[in-house]
């Protein structure tokens, strides 16, 4: 089984705290994981979170907490520092990125030739606004636009070619706010653009850890369909943030693809 999102934020860049993740991992049946992280941990990308910071005091905030962190130097060192050891696991390092339309070359430009397995792009803001932090954000808001801004952002993700995969492709949904219009369109308009740049998909337990009231485990039903239809690669992701979560809920993401 695979789990192919873990971020190691949470501790120091050491072989100790790598093992703490494998250890884990091995416990729960997996025999692939992928680790990443934000980009935002790096120095590197701050600069394309000044809209979103101008935009909103609470992001803000909560940006100048974690971000700039690191150099990516630092990220890249631990990756070969890990990679001269052997594991019972097979283990990958990439980034989870941010994405930006305005920022795809500085993107490229900032990932060439780093020597990172994968690259994979995520929806966490539509246009300037953070959708996913606090349900109490979304008052007020314009639900539909919402929704049709941010599946706009995921087709243009998919479509700049620089990611892999994209991340929890239908999180928008994690709070239970629900559009006025069916979303088939969109997901089909996803899986054939995903399968056309052959990119993976993510199969992930991340929002439903978060959100168990109001978020559905993995992807909407019809979304998962759309992919399988269009060949697209599922990978299973558990989106952990500590060891503890490694492998969540894999089986059950598993089951779900089968189903659909
Ligand atoms: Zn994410
Ligand atoms: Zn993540």
């Keep these: 089984m695979l789990d192919g999102h873990i971020h190691i934020e949470r501790g120091e860049y050491t072989l ?22 934000h980009c935002y941990r790096f120095k590197e990308f ?52 941010c994405y930006f339309k305005k920022f795809e070359a500085f993107v490229a430009d900032l990932t060439r030739d780093k020597e990172l397995d994968f690259l994979l792009g995520s929806v966490h803001f539509v246009d300037e606004f953070a959708f996913d932090h606090k349900s109490e954000h ?20 998919i479509k700049c070619g620089i990611y892999d995969g994209i991340a929890h492709p239908d999180c928008v949904k994690l709070f239970g706010h629900t559009p006025s219009f069916s979303l088939i369109e ?25 959100c168990p009231d109001t978020a559905e ?11 399988k239809k269009h060949n697209v690669k599922i ?6 943030h500590c060891p503890e979560d490694v492998g969540s809920k894999i089986p059950e993401l598993n089951k779900l693809i089968v189903e659909a």
């Design 16 to 37: 100790e705290w790598i093992d703490k993740f494998i250890n884990k991992a091995l416990e729960q049946d997996m025999d692939e994981i992928w680790f990443l992280e």
């Design 46 to 97: 701050v600069p394309m979170y000044d809209s979103v910071c101008a935009y909103s005091e609470y992001i803000d905030k909560w940006f100048h907490k974690k971000a700039g962190i690191f150099q990516l130097e630092d990220y890249l060192k631990l990756i070969s520092n890990v990679r001269e050891k052997s594991f019972p696991v097979n283990i990958k390092f990439g980034l989870e990125i």
């Design 138 to 157: 979304w008052n007020n808001l314009n639900i539909d636009r919402i929704y049709t801004r941010y599946f706009e952002t995921s087709i243009e993700l």
């Design 186 to 210: 969109y997901y089909e308009e996803m899986a054939q653009a995903l399968s056309l740049q052959r990119m993976y998909a993510e199969q992930s337990s991340g929002i439903f850890r978060r």
């Design 217 to 227: 485990l993995g992807m909407n039903r019809d979304m998962l369909k759309c992919m």
């Design 235 to 240: 990978i299973t992701v558990s989106d952990a």
